[in-house]
């Protein structure tokens, strides 16, 4: 791929009651933004939300484990390989191989001090070298090296004991804010005991829970040309499966409180060539109405997007929009699935 190449994905959602999200008390994410206070949805949370939607997208075989405990994954691995060896001396083969990866291994049930990940295809490297005999380190290192996994790709692995083994990661998530001002609410709930004595009247547990309700902004950029140095042929499927899973994901906090699961009520996505564009700068001035927030977050979202392109020359390569009130943009109206075809063969086509 001879030139640099973005798609940036905005987004539009509205969440009902709801706590997707929640900080060290239990209180959804909230951020200052334009001077008043927004719901907020962190980056983290929200990507932990697409990874796990790639378990049903995507093959188990490409995808990665993020974990300490990397002892077991890769000595399921050496079993695989040699049904002979029994759970012991699989455990020590699959130590000896991570160390001579150069990861420092606590021990077989603790794992690494950090997080870490490995993607089955590398997993499967270091236990045929460790089932082959293998001694040279360098090759232990190098299957460390090699073989990401798409979500490996798409949000990076950094290792501080060893910065040769770092991936960057090839997207970046936002965290989602509301377009509008919010004022965090609470439930006071109670519980009744089933098996309390009819003379008694009263609860078996009361509590409440914190939540909102919002109209949100979400926005992520994917750098294509880096990706397909990491991923190759297998990139445009990647990128298919990464607009739909961040798409459609949403963070499980609560869910079975508040069944807040909802489709976005607009996306917008551009292909661009010169830098990726953050279009949060719409909501700076907070949006407000008594009709609703989606309609006029749409629309203040378009027009500041117009003018962004105007004022910096800044009009995206290709655009694609999903839901209504986006006439004003230069992009083309098609529908999810439509636009899930288009950028997977838009990126097949591009050398």
Same mark, same amino acid.
Request: one cysteine or more; proline letters at 6%.
């Given at each position: 791929m001879n030139k640099r190449l973005?798609?940036?994905? @905005?987004?539009?959602?509205?969440?009902?009651?709801?706590?997707?999200?929640r900080d060290d008390t239990g209180s959804?994410?909230?951020? #200052?933004?334009?001077?008043?206070?927004?719901?907020?949805?962190?980056s983290q949370s929200w990507k932990r939300?697409? #990874?796990?939607? +790639?378990?049903?997208? +995507?093959?188990?075989e490409v995808l990665a484990? %993020?974990? =300490?405990?990397?002892?077991?994954y890769v000595s399921s691995y050496i079993k695989m390989l040699d049904s002979s060896i029994d759970d012991t001396k699989a455990e020590k083969l699959a130590m000896e191989a991570l160390k001579n990866a150069g990861l420092k291994i606590k021990s077989a049930e603790k794992g690494t001090d950090a997080l870490f990940f490995l993607s089955s295809a590398q997993a499967e490297a270091l236990a045929k070298l460790s089932v082959g005999g293998e001694t040279d380190k360098k090759k232990y290192s190098e299957a460390l090296k090699e073989h990401p996994s798409i979500d490996m790709a798409f949000f990076g692995r950094m290792v501080a004991s060893d910065p040769s083994l770092n991936y960057d990661a090839t997207a970046q998530v936002a965290h989602s804010i509301s377009t509008h001002e919010i004022q965090n609410e609470y439930d006071y709930f109670t519980a009744v005991d089933d098996c309390m004595p009819e003379?008694?009247?009263?609860?078996? @547990?009361?509590?409440?829970?914190?939540?909102?309700s919002s109209t949100l902004y979400r926005y992520a950029t994917l750098n294509v040309h880096e990706l397909r140095k990491h991923l190759q042929q297998e990139t445009p499927a990647a990128i298919r499966g990464f607009a739909e899973a961040f798409i %459609?994901?949403?963070?499980?906090? =609560?869910?079975?409180?508040?069944?807040n699961r909802t489709f976005p009520d607009m996306i917008y996505v551009t292909i661009r060539t010169d830098q990726?564009?953050?279009?949060?700068?719409? +909501?700076?001035?907070?949006? %407000? *109405?008594?009709e609703g927030y989606v309609k006029p977050? $749409?629309?203040?979202?378009? *027009?500041?997007?117009?003018? $962004?392109?105007? =004022? +910096?020359?800044a009009t995206p390569e290709q655009a694609f929009a999903v839901g209504n009130g986006l006439e004003a943009l230069v992009a083309e109206t098609i529908t999810l699935p439509e636009l899930l075809d288009s950028l997977e063969n838009i990126v097949k086509e591009v050398e």
């Open positions: 973005y798609l940036d994905f @905005h987004i539009i959602q509205t969440v009902p009651p709801s706590c997707v999200n959804p994410k909230t951020a #200052r933004y334009g001077g008043v206070t927004r719901a907020r949805v962190s939300a697409i #990874r796990m939607m +790639f378990a049903d997208i +995507f093959q188990d484990q %993020r974990t =300490k405990k990397i002892v077991p003379d008694n009247a009263g609860a078996g @547990h009361v509590g409440t829970i914190e939540f909102n %459609r994901s949403m963070p499980t906090g =609560k869910q079975n409180t508040f069944a990726p564009v953050n279009l949060v700068g719409a +909501f700076e001035q907070p949006v %407000r *109405s008594t977050s $749409i629309k203040a979202l378009v *027009s500041y997007a117009n003018d $962004i392109y105007a =004022k +910096f020359g």
